[in-house]
């Protein structure tokens, strides 16, 4: 671990805007470091999908600074980019299944795209779909499965190959309770077994209590609103790894 | 859901066995439902025909120039036959002392009249009418202007009306609307290669802009630009081969009708413009360029549609 940055994410006064729109996200600096677990939370249209994009290097930001794994991402070459993406695994809020694809392949493109040899891919994903529950609908397309099931694709593609940090946008949207708590408990089992930091945007409050160790970050109208951690839960959280997050 | 379960290891042994062969198709398969393999294949057929024909036109002009320019032909204008006959022997004699001149052959007054029978009728060989002889001319090489000017001075000085025809001055404006035709069946072909270039540059627009979601999700996970061009060529490739196999195929079968229909003429000209092993060599490497075509035009517009991504 020693050749890990101290800290995973650092954003300096990030604002973003849509074309000349108003800013979505203004003035944003906070720290994410390794192996922490966050909450991100905000009532709809807050920013929470806008600042998981940044994230997720889907979009740049319009003014401030983003450095990621140690690497300013503002003066990145989009070339460069990919090698990025690939420590990352993004859980998004609507799934995006590649419709044509099988949930095998869904969950296996991480793995192809990296260059993994094909035996390795095959044995990665039947144990990942084993892990999620779906082994007996790894031949179905996405369209033939119901949302929960989807999802469970979504999360085996996000965490298939073990990224450093893991961003779920709403990922019990769409899911009953109990669906939801064990979503919950798989995200754990990746911050705590394996290390991921994990990042998820909810605008469920129940579910923050679900996670004691959690840090929580509070988006309301493009602005970090409660950067004191007061609704941090429990109020002074033991983070593993290099230490605590501040927000 | 066994989420309680211990994370799946990472590390997977080498001697895991496959269970499936191959990989995903990013982009769904269309079987040739759309309509750029066909479009294709059309193109490559117009080429192939536009590019047998030129072949088969420059064929022709080339032996129609290779049998005529070497020679001409010297009439001697005369009423009298005696006097004819005298002059064509002294004008004989002074062609075969020519340093260009490799035969000459005075053509017999019988071939003559054989030769003007359809106009003039059985009685062409009578006397009633006056033919001038004829004089068939080889040369050891293609004379230019100012050497069938001094052949015509030569005999000139010797014999009174000769005058000097060179076959090949005859046909120039035959060569010149080969020419043409030649050059016409180039312009096809650079119209029709823009009109694939064109097929296919907005057949890519399009299913880059349809599977632009996929293309998104593929970058997001990590895929670079070459990996999201390679999976558009493999379907631009698949689509161009079948389009250029289809046009070839088609393409060679009109060119063999026309070849058997100007072959009926059974004329010694159009016999000339058969097609040699090397022009068919040409006909098959054009769905080879086609298909090279294809792929680079794809390539280069998938790359303009990526750099507008992130």
Same mark, same amino acid.
């Given at each position: 671990m020693s050749d890990r940055p101290a800290e995973i994410v650092k954003f300096d006064n990030v604002g973003l805007r849509y074309g000349t729109d108003p800013e979505v996200l203004s003035d944003l600096s906070f720290t994410l470091y390794p192996g922490s677990f966050y909450f991100l939370t905000g009532a709809s249209g807050a920013g929470k999908t806008s600042l998981l994009k940044l994230l997720y290097l889907a979009q740049r930001p319009s003014r401030g600074a983003i450095r990621m794994f140690g690497k300013d991402m503002i003066t990145l070459p989009r070339t460069r980019l990919p090698d990025f993406r690939r420590r990352l695994g993004v859980v998004f809020q609507n799934f995006r299944l590649v419709q044509h694809l099988s949930a095998f392949d869904n969950v296996a493109l991480p793995l192809r795209l990296a260059g993994t040899d094909e035996a390795r891919v095959v044995k990665a994903v039947s144990d990942m779909l084993d892990w999620v529950g779906l082994s007996h609908r790894a031949r179905a397309i996405p369209a033939t499965m119901s949302g929960g099931e989807q999802q469970r694709v979504a999360i085996a593609r996000a965490v298939i190959a073990r990224p450093q940090m893991l961003i779920a946008d709403e990922p019990t949207g769409n899911v009953d309770p109990d669906m939801a708590l064990k979503l919950l408990r798989l995200f754990e089992a990746l911050n705590n077994r394996v290390g991921t #930091?994990?990042?998820?945007? #909810?605008?469920?409050?129940h579910l923050l209590k679900k996670v004691p160790d959690s840090l929580i970050m509070r988006l309301n109208k493009g602005q970090l609103s409660d950067p004191t951690g007061a609704l941090r839960y429990p109020p002074r959280p033991t983070v593993k790894g290099t230490g605590g997050g501040s927000v | 859901m066994t989420a309680d379960a211990p994370l799946p290891?990472? !590390?997977? =042994?080498?001697? @895991? /066995? @496959? *269970? *499936?062969k191959g990989r995903a198709n990013l982009l769904p398969q269309t079987r040739f439902g759309g309509p750029i393999p066909w479009v294709i294949a059309i193109l490559i057929a117009l080429v192939v025909i536009a590019a047998a024909g030129g072949l088969a036109l420059r064929n022709l002009a080339e032996n129609a120039r290779a049998d005529l320019s070497g020679a001409v032909t010297v009439q001697i204008v005369e009423a009298d036959a005696q006097t004819r006959s005298a002059n064509a022997n002294a004008a004989a004699q002074v062609l /075969?002392?020519? =340093?260009? +001149?490799? @035969?000459? *052959?005075? +053509? =017999?007054? !019988?071939?003559l009249a054989e030769l003007l029978e359809p106009w003039l009728g059985a009685n062409a060989a009578s006397g009633d009418v006056p033919i001038p002889a004829l004089i068939d001319v080889e040369l050891s090489r293609r004379a230019n202007a100012d050497e069938i000017a001094n052949l015509q001075q030569s005999l000139d000085e010797v014999v009174e009306g000769a005058r000097v025809d060179a076959q090949s001055e005859w046909l120039r404006p035959v060569y010149d609307a080969l020419a043409a035709l030649q050059y016409l069946a180039l312009a096809l072909i650079a119209l029709i290669a823009f009109a694939t270039a064109a097929a296919v540059w907005l057949a890519a627009r399009t299913a880059f802009s349809n599977h632009s979601d996929t293309v998104e999700i593929i970058h997001l996970l990590g895929g670079t630009d070459a990996q999201v061009t390679r999976i558009f060529q493999r379907s631009v490739l698949r689509d161009a081969a079948f389009g250029a196999v289809v046009g070839l195929l088609l393409g060679l079968a009109a060119v063999w009708l026309l070849g058997a229909q100007f072959a009926a003429l059974d004329s010694g000209m159009v016999a000339g413009g058969g097609l040699g092993w090397t022009d068919w060599l040409v006909i098959a490497a054009i769905p080879v360029g086609g298909v090279l075509l294809a792929l680079i035009t794809? *390539?280069?517009t998938i790359g303009f549609a990526l750099r507008s991504m992130l």
């Open positions: #930091t994990v990042i998820v945007a #909810t605008h469920d409050v | 290891d990472e !590390a997977v =042994p080498e001697n @895991s /066995g @496959s *269970r *499936r /075969g002392n020519h =340093p260009l +001149v490799t @035969s000459v *052959r005075i +053509v =017999p007054e !019988a071939e794809g *390539r280069i």
